[in-house]
């Protein structure tokens, strides 16, 4: 009697674990920072999934030499269910002061910065950001929010994996995709051009 209810136990704990183990998935992956052909920082995301909730984070430490050292800390992290970004967060430090540090949250059917504005989504709520893309070839996809500038960036496919986004000031990036994964950005930025390979 003894050994079947321990085994009966053991069954369930067994599958209660593995369980568990089918409902969540993480992964991370790093990518070089480069400019002018030079190594200048290195870049880390991860994607953590759990049932109907999906967590993605990203940073990334530069260090770039144009007549005086700049060094820019960068950070992201997303919060989605069922699709929909729910919360949002950018920060950036340039030589350790804050440049940056935007909050965004769904509440009451919109969204709102942590200084009260509203932003203006295209539909009833926002699907997809910057930071997903280093998760998800955004095939099918118009634009993405921008966690850091709070706006909506236009997104073209301008070959097979590889997508242009519009920055703000006249800027872009360029994604490219391999099977669905992100292997390079190549980024317009004041610096010149900023490039991520994995």
């Not at 070089?32 to 290195?42: A, D, L, S, T, W």
């Not at 340039?94 to 295209?122: M, P, R």
Request: glycine share 8%.
């Amino acid at each position: 009697m003894k050994r079947s209810i321990v085994f009966i136990l053991l069954c369930a704990v067994i599958g209660i674990a593995s369980q568990g183990y089918k409902q969540s998935n993480f992964s991370s992956y790093t990518m070089e920072v480069y400019r002018n052909g030079e190594r200048v920082g290195v870049l880390q995301t991860s994607k953590s999934l759990n049932s109907e909730k999906s967590f993605y984070e990203l940073k990334s430490d530069v260090e770039i030499n144009k007549l005086v050292t700049v060094k820019i800390s960068e950070s992201l992290s997303n919060q989605y269910e069922s699709g929909k970004l729910l919360s949002a967060s950018h920060q950036r430090k340039v030589n350790g002061i804050h440049q940056s540090n935007v909050q965004l949250k769904y509440d009451n059917n919109k969204y709102v910065t942590h200084n009260g504005k509203v932003v203006e989504q295209a539909g009833t709520w926002i699907g997809a950001s910057v930071l997903s893309l280093y998760h998800k070839e955004p095939i099918g996809l118009e634009g993405v929010y921008s966690e850091s500038q709070g706006v909506w960036l236009k997104v073209s496919r301008i070959g097979n994996g590889v997508y242009h986004v519009s920055l703000p000031n006249q800027q872009s990036a360029i994604y490219h995709y391999n099977k669905g994964e992100l292997v390079k950005v190549v980024s317009a930025t004041k610096w010149g051009e900023i490039i991520f390979k994995r």
